[in-house]
């Protein structure tokens, strides 16, 4: 559970970071070439199309970060969590939901991600 616990905490690690190049960097670490990316507001497949989809991420909510709720549960190469966007500078979640990540032998092969919480709705 230590190699999937430090894999999605630089799956979040690569929401978070600005820096274009090392942003990349991280997703490249962490991404299988060919892996997938599937959540309410995108569908996108290999490193280059799941970065984009991260930029603008931060640049819709600029000054937010991504932070790793209290659910996580794996077995086998799969794992399960809840995540929050919250203010950089502390405060309430604007955003909650979870990701289902599935790996090979060491990288991400796919994410299907659920949102719970959104902007003008109460959480579901």
Do not use: C
């Not at 794996?74 to 604007?94: D, I, K, Q, Y």
């Amino acid at each position: 559970m230590t190699e999937m616990t430090a894999l999605v905490d630089d799956y979040l690690n690569a929401w978070n970071e600005t820096d274009p190049g090392a942003r990349r960097a991280i997703v490249e670490k962490v991404w299988d070439p060919e892996g997938v990316y599937t959540d309410p507001l995108a569908s996108v497949a290999g490193t280059e199309a799941i970065d984009q989809v991260l930029a603008g991420a931060q640049q819709q909510f600029a000054g937010m970060r991504f932070v790793r709720g209290d659910v996580f549960e794996t077995h086998h190469n799969v794992a399960r969590f809840t995540w929050e966007l919250v203010p950089a500078s502390g405060g309430e979640a604007v955003v909650i939901g979870f990701d289902v990540v599935a790996v090979n032998d060491e990288k991400i092969t796919s994410v299907y991600g659920f949102i719970d919480k959104m902007p003008g709705q109460t959480a579901m």
